[in-house]
């Protein structure tokens, strides 16, 4: 049922180097940048709308720094 889906965005936050990827290529515009930075001093992202994440790993498949994955009903 759609209307049941529900996922869980995970950053692994001292891992991200701030690249934007998925931010940039979220098809559905749920992540956003956040003014925080991790340990190693990059910005990271952050979520901006869960209810807009469709659960299509697009974000976990393009960082290239395994920072940030989805987790949830399909
Ligand atoms: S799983 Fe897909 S829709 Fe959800 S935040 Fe990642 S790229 Fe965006
Ligand atoms: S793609 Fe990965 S490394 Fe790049 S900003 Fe997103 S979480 Fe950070």
Known sequence: MGLD???TITIIEDRCK???LCVIYCPTDALEMSEKTNLNGY???KIKDIDKCKGCQLCFKLCPDFAIYC???N
Do not use: A, D, L
């Open 18 to 20: 701030g690249c934007e």
């Open 5 to 7: 889906r529900k996922f």
């Open 71 to 73: 987790s949830g009903k």
């Open 43 to 45: 910005y990271i992202p």
